[in-house]
């Protein structure tokens, strides 16, 4: 079966549109997102872009600011801190990458955690590795809460992470060994959780062997293909986060292919992401998701 993250996403933001239009019936403004790009980097704008829609299509206020590319670390720094202070602004994003001259670690480390709704700080990373209430990495939180959605119960199953990046493979690895009780808020389903997890990269040894004793496999790994037919047993959950360009003789010059063989794969698989139509979408609406989320605790506060 295909797990259909761009239909799961269209629900979730009617689910959000929904709690938005709640919030104004009480005389509350909308959750306010907004969004840091530095340089023109093609693929930043289109990314950013559609974070920008999909706010205005839920009903959540947004604002994208541009910053040149020759910008300094210094002033990219105080424009964090201004919207660290900003009691409009409930959460923000640094998109990345940033140029060179930047340190990604030192603007992310300076962003107000509970601002922070990519997930990136050290504090929420932190709260997420002791399974306390955090915002979780949009990408983690979307993989998630599309085994919720599909019902694919982690308790007890041998869940393979390919890639260990601070983004995807290793938040999504906290998140699904967790005890139950520790589910984060917003999340559908508390049963997700006390996984057996098995993180893999570039140096793991043999790793078609360990991919075959897998119940769900999860891969992050920014290689096309890279998961074949034989490492793969009868049955086994695959969430495909990869998006690769493959140059072609389209009129596009290119086409959008995963971390998985899918063509291959799939025939063995009992639940598959697609890509692109997968994990994609569903990292936009975590990020609705996180800005909601960040909303709510601050009416907390």
Do not use: W
């Not at 205005?56 to 910053?67: K, T």
């Not at 910008?71 to 202070?85: A, M, T």
């Not at 794969?265 to 639940?271: D, I």
Request: charged share 25%; with cysteine.
């Amino acid at each position: 079966m295909i797990l259909d993250g761009k239909q799961i996403s269209q629900t979730i933001r009617a689910e959000i549109r929904e709690e938005v239009q709640i919030l104004k019936a009480k005389g509350l403004r909308a959750p306010k997102l907004a969004v840091v790009i530095v340089g023109n980097n093609p693929a930043s704008e289109t990314y950013v872009a559609n974070k920008i829609k999909a706010c205005e299509e839920v009903g959540i206020a947004s604002e994208r600011i541009a910053l040149e590319a020759d910008i300094s670390e210094e002033q990219l720094l105080d424009e964090v801190k201004r919207l660290n202070n900003d009691p409009s602004v409930d959460g923000f994003i640094v998109q990345l990458p940033l140029p060179e001259h930047i340190s990604e670690t030192t603007i992310m480390s300076a962003i107000d955690y509970r601002k922070d709704v990519d997930g990136l700080t050290p504090e929420n990373v932190g709260r997420t590795v002791q399974g306390l209430p955090s915002l979780v990495s949009a990408t983690p939180r979307g993989i998630r809460e599309l085994l919720a959605r599909y019902d694919i119960r982690t308790e007890g199953k041998h869940v393979v992470v390919i890639g260990r990046s601070n983004i995807v493979g290793k938040p999504i690895a906290m998140l699904l060994m967790q005890r139950p009780y520790l589910s984060l808020p917003g999340m559908s389903a508390a049963s997700l959780g006390d996984a057996t997890v098995t993180v893999c990269h570039s140096k793991t040894r043999d790793l078609a062997a360990i991919c075959r004793t897998a119940d769900i496999i999860i891969v992050a790994a920014g290689s096309p293909k890279l998961l074949t037919a034989d490492m793969v047993k009868e049955g086994v959950v695959v969430i495909d986060v990869g998006i690769n360009r493959v140059e072609d003789d389209s009129p596009r010059g290119y086409h959008l292919v995963g971390d998985v063989d899918f063509e291959n794969v799939a025939p063995k698989a009992s639940f598959i992401t697609p890509v692109p139509g997968g994990v994609g979408p569903m990292t936009i609406v975590s990020l609705l998701q996180n800005t909601l989320q960040a909303f709510s605790q601050t009416l907390k506060s």
